[in-house]
């Protein structure tokens, strides 16, 4: 619409020039004027001719100033063939990369049919392996409990080896006070142990004065047979018992108790003790297998059974003194351990397993009563 209306424009413009130009050069004519030495004529002419540059200049100087198009192609044409040549280039650039584009596209379908063809029995042959292999981990799991439960069993006899090693420096160290005199009293015995939980704290140093001297008393009926306990011959480090005093005073229950520090000789009148505080913990709770143990088909000699029950003990021994137990010992029927021994020994071959089954409910100062059973 702005076309037309512009063609429109330049063409009452044009009129209107031509008219005004041809009045103009008419006036010019008959008035006889000369421009430029010219004569009348010729004037006229000029006249004329300058105004149809004028109406030329006016014209096009209204179609640049409205029309952004024309602009565009009288000043910026060369530029756009230019750029246009160039698109042109690309396109067909683009489209020879897209055929080849194509073509490698044809070429990765085809390879990855094949190798969908090839990847198919190597799929299969994978899956055969996973089973295989989820068969040999359910053998080596099985395995590796075996393994455990050995490591296990090896690790009581080293704990009772080690064990018997400590008693035995401490029956070398008995021996020496042996030669001196007769022991009375030997290096870490208890002489009184206590469970307590304090309503109040402030109960604290009384519970510790009576807990001193009830281990006096029996430090007196060891060291002093026959002799009323008249003084002190019980000795703990104030630092010790000032420690004692601020444990017990917090929260829970306590085991304390007081230990001999050195061996001590029939009728000395010093014995020097240190006081040992735990929590008190449940150890044991009644029916619960503390260790288990087996049996191999080809262990039915009574040595083999004697070793293996032996076995089975310290490593029961050595569970319950780990979760806090003071015992040195455990509590069991021999005669039913004796029954048990020779079942074992009379039996037909096969594998036997055995456990250790806590009898009742203990703590850490409690005695640990067992009972030594062939599991079901």
């Known amino acids: 619409m702005t076309g037309w209306f512009l063609l429109l424009a330049l063409l009452v413009l044009g009129g209107v020039l031509s008219t005004l130009g041809d009045r103009l050069g008419s006036r010019v004519g008959k008035a006889r004027l000369s421009l430029l030495g010219l004569r009348p004529k010729r004037t006229a002419v000029v006249i004329t001719v300058l105004t149809g540059s004028l109406i030329s200049a006016l014209s096009l100087g209204l179609l640049l100033l409205v029309s952004r198009q024309l602009r565009v192609g009288l000043f910026e044409l060369n530029a756009l063939e230019a ?8 396109l067909k650039t683009s489209k020879s990369a897209q055929r080849q584009a194509g073509k490698e596209l044809t070429t990765a379908q085809q390879r990855a049919a094949e ?49 018997g090693e400590k008693e035995l420096n401490q029956l070398e160290d008995t021996l020496l006070a042996l030669r001196r005199g007769n022991v009375a009293i030997s290096s870490g015995q208890p002489l009184a142990t206590v469970t307590l939980k304090l309503e109040r704290p402030d109960q604290a140093k009384t519970v510790i004065d009576q807990l001193l001297r009830d281990a006096n008393l029996q430090a007196y009926q060891q060291v002093l047979p026959g002799q009323p306990a008249e003084r002190q011959i019980l000795l703990v480090p104030r630092p010790d018992i000032q420690r004692l005093e601020q444990t017990i005073r917090k929260p829970g229950t306590w085991v304390v108790n007081i230990r001999s520090a050195a061996n001590v000789l029939l009728g000395e009148t010093v014995v ?59 509590q069991f029927d021999g005669n039913e351990i004796n029954a048990l021994g020779q079942e074992l020994i009379d039996r037909n071959g096969g594998l036997a397993a055995l456990e250790a089954v806590a009898l009742r409910r203990s703590e850490t100062a409690d005695p640990i009563a067992i009972q030594l059973r062939l599991s079901q």
């Open 83 to 90: 750029k246009l040549r160039s698109s042109r280039a690309d």
């Open 115 to 163: 190798l969908r063809r090839t990847l198919k029995p190597l799929q299969e042959q994978t899956r055969s392996l996973e089973a295989e292999r989820q068969r040999l981990s359910q053998d080596v799991n099985a395995k590796d409990v075996e393994i455990q439960r050995t490591e296990q069993e090896l690790s009581a006899v080293r704990t009772q080896i080690r064990s």
């Open 272 to 330: 020097y003790a240190f006081p040992e505080v735990l929590p008190n913990v449940t150890v044991t709770r009644e029916g619960e297998v503390l260790a288990r143990t087996t049996l191999a088909s080809n262990e039915r000699n009574p040595e083999a059974v004697r070793n293996r029950l032996n076995l089975l003990l310290a490593s029961t021994l050595a569970e319950v003194q780990r979760r806090g137990s003071l015992s040195k010992g455990l």
